[in-house]
């Protein structure tokens, strides 16, 4: 998996600022804000949010480079209720230029942008990420959880791409114990898409009754997102009888949360996960276990709110073209990533859709020049 620029800050080319060095190593801010905030862990909304103000206050003075250029602020329209939006996605180093992206979409494309609250999951605590979120949008709504990785270690088999087994990939499986439990329903999205349309219609699907809501794939092969040692064993298959399982992406899920919940399902996907441990029935990482349980007992939602597959498969990564129809969503899953192939100076025509959403600065800066 490639690294962000993030870990190596850029070259700032200017002389050197005459000021003596600050009265207190930031260094050792860094290390005590850590320990307090582990001290604390991160569990409900109460804590991470006094955590991140201080967080924010603590650390914002080290950060005179900022990475991502500030967003600027997205005003409701007077209609808007009081009534929230609750999005839910991870947070982490590899990813946050695709996050920031996400959020810049959903936030320019919305009718009551501050209606909506963001949900950020994270394995461990990231101080640069942090502010980066926290200057880049000064006026979001958003907290952060932790997502504790060892509810997973020990349950994740290798697929057939490493990212994949990255353990933030299954915190979608934890997202309904881990956000406040007042929250009813939440839009689970991954962080390499964009949104091009107002997200309040995603989020106003009906669900009927059913746990989730997200495209459906009838055409596509089901039967190969599963191994023969599955598909051999009556026993696992029977899991399928009474409905008609049809493929869905993950990465774009409207979840009753406290259908969640209530119905057990953590503990259901949590059981073909240790199947898997035993025998190997499937190939991908954290999707599989989700069609076992799910697969053909969601509610369908139109097509246009998952654009899928523009990363290319899981292997190669190769360019792909849109699927006809109209385009709510669009979603690089699979191995390319628009911001790498775009920094690459080889990128797929798809991934200039991305780039107007990018606030890097090194990409703003190159159009700037
Ligand atoms: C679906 O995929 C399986 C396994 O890869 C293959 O054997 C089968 O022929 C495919 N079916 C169709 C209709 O393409
Ligand atoms: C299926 O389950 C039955 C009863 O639990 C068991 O006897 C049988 O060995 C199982 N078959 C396989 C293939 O695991």
């Not at 582990?38 to 409900?44: D, E, Q």
């Amino acid at each position: 998996m490639d690294r962000m620029a993030f870990s190596t800050p850029p070259i700032i080319r200017r002389p050197p600022l005459p000021l003596p060095p600050p009265p207190s190593p930031p260094l050792l801010i860094c290390l005590l804000s850590f320990l307090l905030f582990n001290l604390h862990p991160v569990t409900t909304a109460t804590t991470a949010t006094a955590g991140s103000i201080r967080l924010g206050i603590i650390l914002k003075p080290t950060l005179d480079v900022p990475i991502f250029q500030e967003a600027p602020s997205f005003p409701n329209s007077e209609t808007c209720g009081p009534d929230k939006i609750h999005v839910a996605m991870t947070l982490d180093s590899n990813y946050l230029r695709g996050t920031i992206a996400a959020v810049l979409s959903i936030l320019q494309h919305s009718t009551c942008p501050e209606s909506i609250e963001f949900h950020f999951l994270w394995s461990r605590f990231e101080p640069l990420v942090f502010s980066s979120i926290k200057s880049t949008f000064p006026y979001l709504n958003f907290k952060v959880y932790r997502f504790e990785t060892q509810r997973v270690r020990g349950k994740i088999s290798k697929s057939v791409r490493q990212a994949l087994d990255q353990p933030l990939n299954y915190a979608r499986i934890y997202l309904a114990d881990i956000i406040p439990s007042d929250v009813k329903r939440v839009i689970y999205l991954d962080s390499d898409l964009v949104v091009v349309d107002d997200i309040a219609k995603l989020w106003e699907v009906e669900l009927d009754n059913k746990v989730v809501a997200a495209p459906e794939y009838c055409h596509a092969n089901f039967t190969k997102y599963f191994t023969d040692v599955f598909w051999s064993d009556s026993n696992l298959t029977q899991t399928f009888s009474g409905r008609k399982p049809c493929y869905f992406n993950t990465g774009v899920m409207v979840v009753d949360v406290e259908k969640w919940r209530n119905g057990g399902y953590r503990e259901k996907v949590e059981e073909w996960m240790s199947v898997q441990k035993q025998k190997r029935i499937y190939q991908l990482g954290s999707l599989p276990p989700f069609l076992l349980v799910l697969a053909g007992d969601i509610k369908g939602v139109d097509h246009r709110w998952n654009q899928h597959g523009l990363g290319g498969d899981n292997v190669e990564g190769k360019c792909r073209s849109l699927h006809p129809g109209p385009i709510s969503l669009l979603h690089w899953s699979g191995k390319g990533k628009p911001w790498l192939r775009l920094d690459s100076r080889k990128p797929c025509t798809v991934d200039h859709l991305w780039a107007p959403y990018d606030l890097h600065r090194s990409a703003t800066q190159h159009l700037e020049e």
